[in-house]
C-alpha cells in the first residue's frame, strides 16, 4: 500500500473500497486442438473435433478456437466456437470452469468473450468456458414450439436445440476443456427468446442473460411461461436479465414477474439509452453478466474480517449449485491480508486455492516461505474478530466522555495550520447503549461520517477505532491518554502486522482532541 492511500483513510476517515487487482499473468497461447475423450466417451456422446482451418483471431482480439461437433440430436455436424479463459493453461487440471453458451456464436461469440475475459479480470465474473454455437437455420433452432416468430410455424425446434446443448454440447465441453456448473445462456433477439424459454423449461441454466428480446410476441407468450415457471411448486434457483434497447418488457409484466418469483430467483432489468438492437450486444451482455453475478464480485464479499471472505465464496457457490474459485486478484489479497494477521494456516489454504484456480504467482518461492515462517509463531492473541467482539463500555462508566470532541489528526506537524477542517469525536447514548462517530470535510464542502467500531476506556484514557476502509484489513485504534483535559495519542494498526513492502513500519499518525463546551 502506498503512503497516499494510508493518508486517504486515515486523515480522511475513508470508509469506501479501493482495490487494485493484482496484474494476472500474461496468458499463454490456448491449445489448437485439445485432447479428446477418444474411446473413453460414451459411444453415444459426440465429441468436438478441432477445425484449424476456421481458427482465426477475431476483430476483438481475442483467439476463437473452432470445432465440429457431429450432433445425432439435430442430425447435421454444427460448427462451434470456444474461448477459453485467461488461466485455463495454468491452472491444476482438477480446475473446472463455468461454462457460459453464447447463441448467435458466429455474430456474438467475440464480444461476449471479451467480456467475459474484463469482468473477470476485474474480479466480478466468475472465469468461463465461453462457447458459441453457430447458426445452420436460425429460425427453426430459436423458436420454441408453441411460439411464431417471424412468420414460422408454431411447431419449430427449440426445445430441439435445447437438448442438443444439454445432452451433447456441454458433456463434450466438460469431458475435453474442465467444463462445469454453473451454465449460462445468452441469446440476443430471437436468441433471447430461446433463452428465455430455456429460463422458463430448464433447469439446467442457472444463469440467462437475454439481450433485446421481443417478448411481447404471442401477447407475452415468453413472459406468461416465465411467471408460471416462477409460481410453480417445484421452482429451481434462477438469474434471469433481460437487457432492453428496442424490445422491452412492459412494466406491467415485468412487475408481475418479480411479483410472483421466488426468494431463490434473481431478476434484474436494464434499459440501455443511445444503443439500437443491433449496437447493444456488446454493452448488454457485459451488464448482463455483470449483474448475474453481482454476489460473485469482490465488490461484494466481506470487507472484514479476512476469514469471511472465503466462507461467503462458499456460499455463493451453493447459491449457483457448484463451487466457483474465488476472484483471483481478491484471492491474492487474502493470501497477503491472512499472513499479516498471523494466520499462517489460513494464508496456506488460501495460497493452495490460488494456485489451483490460477498457477503459481510470479514470487511463489517467497510466499511459500512467508507461510511458513508464519505458522512457526504463536497464534496471534489480538485478532480483527477480538477487536469487533469488544463491548463498548456501559453509559455509567463512559458518562464522562459523551460530548463533542474537536481536534485534528495528522502525521506531519507542518499539517497543522489555522483553518484546517476540525476532526469532531462524537459519542452519545442511544437506546441505551453508547455509539460514537468521527467526522471530517476531506474536501471543502465534503462531509465524511465515520462510525466508531471499538471503544474501551483505559486506566490512563480511551482508545476507539473502526476498521480500515481499505486494505490492509486491520482496525485502525486511536490509542489516547488523557491529560489537561485534552486526548492526545497516536494511531496503531490492530489485529495486523502492517508493514510496507520493505519491512519497514507505517509512518505515525497523530491525534489530540478537547471536549466542547
Known amino acids: 500500500m502506498t ?5 486517504l483513510i486515515v486523515l480522511a476517515g475513508c470508509s469506501g473500497s479501493v482495490r487494485a487487482p493484482a496484474p494476472a499473468p500474461a496468458p499463454a497461447p490456448a491449445p489448437a486442438a485439445p485432447p479428446l475423450a477418444g474411446s473413453q466417451a460414451p459411444a453415444q456422446l459426440p465429441s468436438l473435433v478441432a477445425d484449424p482451418a476456421r481458427t482465426a483471431q477475431s476483430p476483438l482480439g481475442a483467439e476463437m478456437l473452432a470445432f465440429q461437433i457431429d450432433s445425432s440430436i439435430l442430425g447435421e455436424i454444427r460448427p462451434i466456437g470456444i474461448a477459453l479463459p485467461r488461466s485455463f493453461t495454468h491452472s491444476a487440471a482438477t480446475r473446472r470452469y463455468p461454462v457460459a453458451i453464447v447463441l448467435d456464436g ?48 408454431t411447431h419449430e425446434g427449440g426445445d430441439l436445440f435445447l ?39 430448464r433447469a439446467k441454466w442457472k444463469a440467462v442473460v437475454a439481450l433485446d428480446t421481443p417478448v411481447h410476441l404471442g401477447e407475452n407468450w415468453l413472459a406468461v411461461k ?15 436479465v433481460a437487457c432492453e434497447a428496442r424490445f422491452t418488457w412492459s412494466d406491467d409484466t415485468w412487475n408481475t414477474l418479480v411479483s410472483a418469483a421466488p426468494a431463490s430467483w434473481i431478476l434484474h432489468r436494464e434499459r440501455l439509452s443511445r444503443e439500437s438492437h ?71 489454504e488460501a495460497y493452495e486455492l490460488l494456485v489451483t484456480g490460477y498457477g503459481p504467482p510470479p514470487d511463489a518461492d517467497e510466499q511459500l516461505a512467508r507461510i511458513a515462517d508464519v505458522e512457526a509463531r504463536p497464534a496471534p492473541t489480538e485478532t480483527v474478530e477480538s477487536l469487533l467482539a469488544t463491548p463498548f463500555p456501559t453509559p455509567e462508566a ?6 463533542e470532541w474537536i481536534g485534528d489528526v495528522w502525521m506531519n506537524e507542518d499539517e497543522l495550520y489555522e483553518g484546517r477542517p ?23 464542502g465534503e462531509t465524511m461520517v465515520q462510525p466508531i467500531t471499538y471503544l474501551k476506556l483505559t486506566p490512563s484514557g480511551m482508545t476507539y477505532g473502526f476498521m480500515n476502509g481499505m486494505r490492509p484489513r486491520g482496525m485502525l485504534l486511536f490509542e489516547g491518554e488523557l491529560k489537561d483535559g485534552a486526548l492526545s495519542g497516536a494511531l496503531r494498526f490492530g489485529g495486523i502486522d502492517f508493514r510496507f513492502a520493505d519491512g519497514t513500519m507505517p509512518p505515525t499518525i497523530r491525534f489530540a482532541f478537547t471536549k466542547g463546551t
Not at 409460481?231 to 429451481?236: F, H, K, N, S, V
Not at 451482455?285 to 448475474?292: D, Q
Open 226 to 240: 416465465l411467471t408460471a415457471a416462477a409460481t410453480a411448486a417445484t421452482r429451481p434457483p434462477l438469474r434471469y
Open 278 to 348: 443491433e449496437s447493444m450486444v456488446m454493452l448488454g451482455a457485459y451488464l448482463g453478466l455483470r449483474e448475474a453475478f453481482a454476489d460473485y464480485s469482490m465488490l461484494s464479499a466481506p470487507e472484514a474480517p479476512t476469514t469471511s471472505i472465503l466462507p461467503y465464496y462458499r456460499r455463493v457457490g451453493d447459491s449457483l449449485g457448484a463451487f466457483v474459485v474465488p476472484p483471483r486478484p481478491l484471492l491474492a489479497h487474502v493470501v497477503d491480508d491472512l499472513l499479516m494477521e498471523g494466520r499462517g494456516a489460513a494464508a496456506r
Open 163 to 201: 437438448d442438443f446443448l444439454e445432452r451433447e454440447l456441454l458433456p463434450a465441453v466438460d469431458r475435453q476443456f474442465r467444463g462445469a456448473e454453473p451454465r449460462t445462456l445468452i441469446g440476443h433477439s430471437s436468441g433471447g427468446i430461446l433463452a428465455t424459454h430455456a429460463a422458463a423449461t
Open 422 to 444: 476540525r476532526h469532531h469525536l462524537s459519542l452519545r447514548v442511544v437506546d441505551g447503549r453508547v455509539q460514537g462517530d468521527v467526522t471530517n470535510e476531506p474536501a471543502p
Open 106 to 153: 458466429e455474430a456474438d461469440l467475440p464480444a461476449v468473450a471479451a467480456v467475459c475475459a474484463e469482468l473477470s479480470l476485474r474480479g466480478q465474473v466468475p472465469e468461463m468456458i465461453v462457447v458459441g454455437v453457430e447458426n445452420t437455420d436460425r429460425l427453426r433452432d430459436l423458436t420454441p414450439p408453441g411460439l411464431s416468430v417471424s412468420g414460422s410455424s
Open 3 to 7: 503512503l497516499r492511500c494510508l493518508l
Open 398 to 403: 463512559a458518562a464522562a466522555w459523551l460530548g
